[in-house]
């Protein structure tokens, strides 16, 4: 759980260098203080009383410094020259030891906590980004830092030296008139109570509000996402009811309840201020009557007052600002404390050693020893595999959905860990392995492969920056890309789009495929690779497929059995478990599942012929 105090240890690298900038920024704030106070002790020398002690013993110091006598022009001199000093050297050192820190820290803090943000999301679980989209992913990471860094500035630049400014007032106040001081900061006290407790009502309905806000832009990433299907199945009309009916909901809550909120606050504020400024006045104006105090010092204080009560309503508004921005910096300190996935890798030792050579090298032999999984304990997805697949053989995983193939590759690429038995890979457990170096042996080509935004180039060495031109192009000839790829406007430099979408589903495919090539990969899986394409698309990667086999252990995840025939060896599974294993000749003389699987799909392709 997110709390307060997360959001201050956000710039927790940067504290020597937050309080000395702040600190600065609140002694320049304090030097304000010096003109109502030289004002006043201008008036006492006008109206014919004598200065106060400590401007006594500087108007003296100067007067022995420079040989000038002591009277009434030297005692004006001075209070002025203060004056004058204070007014000329306030922008420029403000300008410097304020605001140039104030910014400098959170912009680095916010280059420092993308980078967190970024390791994060590639050390989550895969769950998460079953249940959460991109959009709301992204969203609430760029809102959450963006308000960090406006937020640090206003906070450390003017919140906290106006804070210690009305300190220093009360200070000063106190010693001219130590019962008005106590007044004035017992008003001051009730008002930021009273400020902080309505904040906390808001923060609750900010908090609320934000997570409303979050579904509604993320289901506006899910339309750009789907637009194809949007715009196929007409339900364009459907789509803006369904978000305007949410916006329209926001503002009334926004307007409402928070908006409404806020505006109460500021009429409450702005009524006791003036209330207790009057107050203030008329206490300062008896004593001065009354001859307590000087009217040099009527002046003082009440311009101190005014100066003060004038902070409440910059303070009041950095605290409602700081309330608004406050549900998305806890919202990402909430997402920085999930907890990373079981399968994340050691980025920081993973970039240590980046320039290393792998230490794996594998002969490709892998065996599974008792495996059991399930997603949820009680209701297992694998029960009791025991296989072993030899170095450079060609194994099919066959079977209905939901019988446990993906699984089975998730298990060997450690997305997760097996509740029971083990996988070995030439004799070792891979959970004993460094899972960075034991992945980068392995490659798979998905059902979807994923094409970032670039260049074919880009996406080709995405596994293998260092590959030689020489390299893709062997990498391409094997997977059949090489035939398409020369057709292009830029050839290995054409830009696919997001998404890989000026690529057909057959190109991406052997794209995939060249790109898992160009890894060398000891272990080498097909995850029905060949199951939404057409006849065509399909042909060929099945002899792109075949002109791998052998060079290396390679797994083949499919629907149609077309694509498995040349496997050496066929395993079925159902429910499970593994019922059947052998070649495709000899798991159709044993007329079992595999042999109704395939007189099925050849039925449908007579029907389809």
């Known amino acids: 759980m997110a709390t307060f105090r997360d959001i201050i240890k956000y710039y927790q690298a940067y504290l020597p260098l937050s309080i000395s900038s702040i600190g600065a920024s609140s002694a320049l704030e304090l030097t304000d203080l010096i003109v109502p106070y030289a004002i006043g002790q201008i008036l006492n020398v006008l109206s014919g009383r004598s200065t106060d002690w400590p401007m006594q013993q500087l108007i003296r110091a100067i007067a022995n410094l420079t040989g000038l006598p002591t009277n009434q022009l030297l005692s004006l001199s001075v209070p002025l ?15 410097w030891l304020g605001h140039w820190y104030h910014w400098v820290v959170p ?20 769950e998460f980004y079953d249940e959460n989209n991109p959009g709301r992913i992204a969203n609430r990471i760029s809102k959450g830092v963006l308000n960090h860094t406006w937020t640090y500035p206003e906070i450390a630049g003017i919140l906290i030296p106006k804070l210690v400014r009305v300190f220093g007032i009360f200070i000063v106040i106190f010693l001219i008139e130590s019962r008005i001081a106590l007044l004035f900061l017992a008003s001051f006290i009730f008002i930021l ?7 906390q009502y808001i923060a609750k309905i900010e908090i609320a509000f934000d997570k409303y806000e979050e579904n509604t832009e993320s289901h506006n990433s899910e339309i750009i996402t789907n637009i194809k299907t949007v715009k196929a199945f007409a339900t364009e009309t459907q789509e803006l009811q369904r978000q305007t009916t949410r916006i329209n909901r926001a503002l009334k809550v926004v307007i409402g309840r928070i908006h409404k909120s806020y505006v109460w606050l500021s009429m409450y504020q702005t009524s006791i201020v003036e209330f207790c400024l009057f107050f203030i006045l008329g206490l300062t104006l008896f004593a001065t009557l009354s001859g307590e105090i000087s009217l040099g010092y009527f002046v003082t204080i009440y311009t101190l007052a005014s100066m003060a009560y004038a902070e409440i309503t910059p303070i009041s508004q950095l605290t409602e600002e700081f309330v608004r921005r406050y549900a998305s910096m806890i919202r990402f300190h909430e997402f920085m404390q999930l907890p990373i996935g079981s399968d994340a890798a050691n980025l920081t030792e993973a970039i240590a050693k980046s320039t290393d050579i792998n230490p794996y090298k594998f ?18 997805v694998l029960k009791d595999i025991n296989l072993l697949i030899t170095p450079c053989q060609t194994i099919a995983l066959v079977g209905k959905s939901g019988s446990g193939k993906s699984t089975l590759v998730k298990l060997l690429f450690r997305y997760f860990s097996p509740n029971q038995g083990k996988i070995l890979i030439d004799g070792e457990d891979i959970n004993s392995l460094d899972i960075t170096g034991y992945r980068r042996r392995l490659a798979i080509v998905h059902q979807e492969v994923d094409i970032f935004n670039g260049t074919l180039l880009s996406n080709l ?26 057709q292009m406007p830029q050839g290995y430099y054409t830009v696919v789009g997001e998404r ?16 898992a090539l160009l890894v060398d990969p000891d272990v080498l899986i097909f995850d029905e690779a060949t199951s939404s394409l057409d ?7 099945q002899l792109a497929m075949h002109d791998i086999f052998g060079t290396r252990t390679t797994i083949i995840i499919a629907h149609r059995l077309s694509t498995v025939r040349e496997a050496d060896k066929i395993v079925v599974l159902d429910q499970g478990r593994i019922v059947e294993v052998g070649s495709h000749e000899d798991l159709l003389r044993q007329e079992g599942i595999y042999h109704r699987l395939h007189s099925l799909q050849e039925s449908a392709s007579r029907i389809v012929g």
Do not use: W
């Open 461 to 486: 060495t995405y596994g293998n920056p260092q590959a030689t031109f020489e390299q893709i192009k062997e990498a391409c000839k094997i997977a059949k890309a090489d035939e398409f790829i020369q």
């Open 500 to 515: 890989g979408m000026r690529l057909s589903g057959g190109q991406r495919q052997r794209i995939g495929i060249a790109r």
């Open 363 to 380: 002969t490709g032999k892998v065996e599974l020893e008792k495996l059991s999984f399930g997603y949820n304990p009680n209701k297992p």
């Open 81 to 95: 020259g203060l004056i004058f000093l204070v007014s000329i050297t306030k922008g420029p050192s403000m300008a």
């Open 193 to 199: 109570s009273f400020t902080l407790k309505s904040l």
């Open 107 to 126: 912009l680095k803090a916010r280059r420092d906590h993308f980078q967190k943000a970024v390791q994060k999301i590639l050390t989550l679980p895969l």
């Open 535 to 541: 006849y065509e698309s399909e042909r060929a990667i």
